[in-house]
C-alpha cells in the first residue's frame, strides 16, 4: 500500500533531521568523556588550564556560529539537500579528529570542524522541514529537530555511562563514544540526494515544472492536477512575483524593511534566549554541578542519561501537539516552568550543598533538574527552531534564520566559557540568572510574539506587516484552527500571498480532533 503524502512527507522530515541526532549526541557526549582519566592524560598538562578546557566544550558551539553565513550562501545557491550533504561531509571530517585525537590541538580542531558541519545541518533541517510541510503539520514536522536531538542525546549519555562504568581507564572509554558520533552521518550523506528538494527553493530559482511536480510528489501521490497543489503553486507564484518587484534578496534588506528587521529580532532574541534558560549549563557541566551536592560522577552520568529519557518524552509530546496548541502558550509556559525550577534550585543550592548531610534535599535537587528537562524539552528547544523557520519568505529564509541560528551559538559559547568560572567563584548565586531569564523570556514571548499556527508559509510577509509589535490581547496572539489553510488551499478560498483574516476560535468538523493521526 502506497504511502499517504502526509506520512512521505513526515519521513521525509525525518530523514533530514538525523543531523539533530548528531548535535545532541555531540552535547551530551563530551560530558562524558573529559572525566576519563586517560582523555585526560591524552590531552596532557594544558588540561590543567581550566580556559582551555572550557574551550574544548565550547569551540563546537564556536564552529556552530562560523557555519551560518557560508550556509546562508550555499542554501540558496546549491539548494537544501546539497548543502546538508556538506554539512555532513564536514562534520564526519572533524568527527574523525576527535577520534583519533592525539593531542589537545587535534581535540579543538575536531571539535570545531565537527560543530562547522553541525551548525550547517542543524540550520537547515528545520527550513527544509517548513518548506516541504503541510501547513497543517508543519508544527510537528520542524519540531522533530529538537526530538531527534534529544535521541542524540539519550544516545550519548547511556554510551558515556556503560563505557564509564565497563572501561575506565582504558582509552576505548572516550575514544568509542566519540567514534559512535559518525555513523549517523553516514546515511545522511550518502542518501540525501534521493529526497525531493525544497519546492519553493526550485521555484525560487524558475524552476516550476520542477516544483510543482515535487509539490504532487509530496503531497498528491505525484497527481500535478491536484487542487491542493494547484492552490500552492499559485501561492508560491504570488509570492515570488511580489519578491521579483523588490529584487533579488540582500542581507542588507533584513535590516532596514520594517518586517524583515522584526521577525529577524524576534528570531535572534528567541535562539539567545533559549541558552539563558540555564539547558547548556546543566549539559555541558553537569559533572561539576551535581559534585556540588555529593554525588559520585558514576552516579551523576545515571542521572544524566533518565534525564535523557525525560527529554524525550516531552520533545514527543511537544511534535504530537504543537499543532493545536500553537506555538505561543507552550513557549510561555516552558520558560515559566524553567524559571521556577532554578528558583528551587538555587534555593537547594545555599541551604543543602553537598557538604550537608540532606540526601532528600540532594534528591530534590535532582528532581528539579529533570522538570526543567521535560518543560524545555516539550516547549522551549524545539520552537526555538520551528518558529524562526517558519515566519520568513521563501527569499530571506536562508539568510535569517542564519543570521537567528548564530544567537543560539552565540549565547551557547558564552554560558558554555563562563559557567566553570561562575560557578567556582559566585556557586550557588549563578542559578539565579536562569531563574530571572526564564520569566523574563515568558514576559518577551507574551507581548511580542505574534501566533503562527495554522498560516501559510507565503502568509508570513502580510501577517508581520500586519500585526502590530504588541500582540498580547490582540487576535494575533490566538491559535485558531491549525487545519484552516489547508482547507483554504485544498478548496481554492485563500488570497494569494495575502493574510486570511480567520476567527480564532472557528473549526469545523475537519478540525475538530486536535490530536488527529497524520494522514
Known amino acids: ?120 545541518m542543524s540550520d537547515l533541517a528545520p527550513l527544509y522541514q517548513a518548506e516541504i510541510a503541510h501547513p497543517s503539520i508543519r508544527g510537528r514536522l520542524t519540531t522533530l529537530q529538537q526530538f531527534m536531538l534529544g535521541i542524540g542525546a539519550f544516545v550519548a549519555s547511556w554510551v558515556t555511562y556503560g563505557c564509564s562504568a565497563g572501561l575506565t581507564g ?22 540525501i540526494l534521493l529526497l525531493p528538494e525544497s519546492p519553493r527553493w526550485l521555484a525560487e530559482k524558475g524552476r516550476m515544472d520542477e516544483a510543482q511536480a515535487t509539490l504532487a510528489r509530496l503531497h498528491a501521490n505525484g497527481n500535478i492536477e491536484d ?64 559534585k556540588t551536592m555529593g554525588f559520585s560522577s558514576t552516579r551523576i552520568l545515571l542521572f544524566q542519561s533518565i534525564n535523557s529519557i525525560i527529554a524525550l518524552i516531552g520533545e514527543a509530546a511537544c511534535v504530537i501537539w504543537i499543532d493545536a496548541t500553537g506555538r505561543r502558550g507552550p513557549m ?77 551559538w552565540i549565547s551557547n559559547f558564552f554560558i558554555a566559557q563562563v559557567t566553570s568560572p561562575a560557578f567556582l567563584n559566585i556557586g550557588w548565586k549563578y542559578y539565579l540568572v536562569f531563574a530571572i531569564c526564564g520569566h523574563t523570556n515568558a514576559l518577551f514571548i507574551w507581548a511580542f510574539y505574534p501566533e503562527t499556527t495554522g498560516r501559510r508559509l507565503e502568509e508570513m510577509d502580510a501577517l508581520f506587516e500586519n500585526s502590530p509589535i504588541f500582540v498580547a490581547g490582540t487576535p494575533y496572539a490566538k491559535v485558531g484552527d491549525h487545519r484552516a489553510a489547508e482547507r483554504e488551499l485544498r478548496q481554492g478560498t485563500f488570497r494569494p500571498g495575502d493574510l486570511t483574516e480567520r476567527n480564532p476560535h472557528t473549526h469545523d468538523d475537519e478540525g475538530k480532533d486536535s490530536t488527529e493521526k497524520i494522514e
Not at 91 to 105: E, K, R
Not at 176 to 189: E, S
Not at 252 to 276: C, D, H, K, W
Open 1 to 120: 500500500m502506497p504511502l499517504t503524502p502526509k506520512v512521505y512527507t513526515w519521513l521525509c522530515g525525518l530523514f533530514a533531521s538525523l543531523g539533530s541526532i548528531i548535535f545532541g549526541y555531540d552535547l551530551g557526549v563530551i560530558a562524558g568523556v573529559t572525566p576519563a582519566a586517560d582523555f585526560q592524560r591524552v590531552m596532557g598538562p594544558r588540561w590543567g588550564n581550566a580556559n582551555l578546557q572550557g574551550l574544548v566544550v565550547s569551540i563546537f558551539v564556536l564552529g556552530c556560529f562560523f557555519g551560518m553565513i557560508p550556509v546562508a550562501y550555499a542554501a540558496d545557491f546549491f539548494g537544501r539537500r546539497i548543502t546538508i550533504q556538506i554539512g555532513a561531509a564536514v562534520y564526519i571530517f572533524g568527527g574523525a579528529l576527535q577520534t583519533g585525537a592525539q593531542n589537545m590541538d587535534m581535540m579543538l580542531a575536531g571539535r570545531f570542524f565537527a560543530g562547522f558541519g553541525v551548525g550547517i
Open 170 to 191: 582504558h582509552p576505548s572509554e572516550w575514544r568509542v563514544p566519540l567514534g559512535i558520533q559518525i555513523i549517523p552521518a553516514l546515511p545522511l550523506i550518502s542518501f
Open 227 to 290: 487542487p491542493f497543489v494547484i492552490s500552492q503553486i499559485k501561492d508560491i507564484q504570488a509570492d515570488i512575483s511580489k519578491a521579483k518587484d523588490i529584487g533579488e534578496a540582500s542581507w542588507g534588506e533584513l535590516f532596514t524593511v520594517p518586517s524583515n528587521f522584526r521577525r529577524l529580532a524576534l528570531g535572534y532574541i528567541l535562539q539567545f534566549s533559549v541558552q539563558m534558560t540555564g539547558v547548556s549549563a546543566i549539559q555541558y557541566y553537569s559533572t561539576t554541578i551535581f
Open 332 to 408: 510561555i509556559v516552558g520558560n515559566i516552568a524553567s524559571g521556577l525550577s532554578f528558583v528551587v534550585g538555587s534555593i537547594l543550592m545555599a541551604r543543602y550543598p553537598g557538604t550537608v548531610n540532606n540526601n532528600a534535599a540532594h534528591y530534590i535537587f535532582i528532581l528539579t533538574t529533570w522538570v526543567f528537562n521535560f518543560f524545555f524539552s516539550a516547549c522551549i528547544g524545539p520552537l526555538s527552531w520551528a518558529y524562526p523557520a517558519e515566519i520568513y519568505s521563501t527569499r530571506t529564509r536562508a539568510k535569517a534564520t542564519a543570521i537567528t541560528s548564530s544567537g543560539s
